[in-house]
């Protein structure tokens, strides 16, 4: 099992920035690649940005582009996601994902193993 703790989420005006943190425990954490979804209210989860295991090849969605960026610490067994420019519809809550090796190779690109609680992410115009 991981457990997963989001942090660093709160209310920010647009045009301002937040880092997002999450803290993982439980298991070897450079054998996870990790991901950050956010979900709207009345709104499928999407996903916002993954990193790979070694942190060398990341993906971001077309929306989010240019403005956040995730990377991680294998030694302090976190990823982050700093958000800048934060616009109104960036509010969602946000959850933090990992997923191993199998579920890479095997399943889709929203397949995650463990999932975190969620962190509320509120931009105000």
């Known amino acids: 099992q991981v457990q997963l703790v989001e942090s660093g989420g709160g209310l920010v005006p647009a045009g301002g920035s937040l880092r997002l943190s999450c803290a993982a425990s439980?298991?070897?954490?450079?054998?996870?690649?990790m991901g950050w979804f956010r979900q709207a209210p009345g709104k499928e989860r999407e996903r916002v940005a993954t990193?790979?295991?070694?942190?060398?090849?990341?993906y971001y969605a077309e929306s989010v582009k240019g403005r956040f960026t995730i990377s991680r610490d294998n030694a302090k067994n976190t990823v982050y996601l700093q958000m800048n420019s934060l616009k109104p519809e960036d509010t969602a809550v946000y959850y933090c994902?990992?997923?191993?090796?199998?579920?890479?190779?095997?399943?889709?690109?929203?397949?995650?193993?463990?999932w975190g609680q969620g962190t509320q992410v509120t931009v105000s115009s």
């Open positions: 994902a990992a997923r191993g090796y199998v579920t890479a190779q095997r399943m889709g690109v929203m397949s995650y193993d463990y």
């Open positions: 439980g298991r070897t954490f450079s054998d996870y690649a």
């Open positions: 990193i790979s295991w070694s942190g060398s090849a990341t």
